[in-house]
């Protein structure tokens, strides 16, 4: 089983070509989070290939998409949070945890 290691996004934003090299060739995956919350994992390619083989997809370098830099990849896609969404999530957890602290209270 792979090594799990929580990184923050903006640790990951700051050192992505370190992170690049810890991650290559090992089994260590980076779950990087924003505001408490994990958005996406860092994986070597190799460990991805076998992941997808797994599945049943095919993975090659025909079947890839053709390399385009980082602003062009996430400049591409629709977010699916916002900033602010992850706050709504964060007040909601705080809530949960509260209500659940007050129910034990009451047993």
Known sequence: MAHQVVINASE???????LLKRVYGSDEHLIVERDG???AVLMSYQEYE????????MVSPENLP???SLAEAFGS???IHRPEDFATLHEAAIEDHV???????KE
């Not at 076998?50 to 997809?57: F, N, W």
């Not at 209500?99 to 209270?105: N, R």
């Open 66 to 68: 053709s390399t385009m």
């Open 77 to 79: 896609v629709t977010p």
């Open 50 to 57: 076998q992941l997808s083989q797994s599945r049943g997809e």
């Open 99 to 105: 209500q659940q602290v007050m129910d034990k209270e």
């Open 12 to 18: 990951g934003h700051r050192k992505f070509g370190q």
């Open 37 to 39: 919350f994990p958005v």
